[in-house]
């Protein structure tokens, strides 16, 4: 079992940045790769970005690619999430996900854990 709790969100204007922190506590975080979606109002759950358990490989929505960057510190069981060059379009409730495996995907059922979210709210 895995635990994971978000922190980070916020409200910033747009043009802004924002840093996302997952931290993980149960079994060997190492093992995992992990991923961060995120739900807008009235919208489905979307993939953002993952990365392997060794941070070897990254993977990105076509929307964040080039401004969201996805990195992890397993000497401290984290999993982060740098927001730059924020959009009102990024406002969304923002999950972090722990998948067994090595495989990278952007499928949610793919993933076998899940933190409670936090909100990041993108002002124009």
């Known amino acids: 079992q895995v635990q994971l709790v978000e922190s980070g969100g916020g409200l910033v204007q747009a043009g802004g940045s924002l840093r996302l922190s997952c931290a993980a506590s149960g079994r060997t975080f190492s093992g995992y790769a992990m991923g961060w979606f995120r739900q807008a109002p009235g919208k489905e759950r979307d993939f953002v970005a993952a990365?392997?358990?060794?941070?070897?490989?990254?993977y990105y929505a076509d929307s964040v690619k080039g401004r969201f960057t996805i990195s992890r510190d397993n000497a401290k069981n984290t999993v982060y999430l740098q927001m730059n060059s924020l959009k009102p379009e990024d406002t969304a409730v923002y999950y972090c996900?722990?998948?067994?495996?090595?495989?990278?995907?952007?499928?949610?059922?793919?993933?076998?854990?899940w933190g409670q979210g936090t909100q990041v709210t993108v002002s124009s």
């Open positions: 990365i392997t358990w060794n941070a070897g490989r990254t």
């Open positions: 996900a722990a998948k067994i495996g090595p495989r990278l995907t952007s499928r949610r059922d793919e993933y076998d854990y």
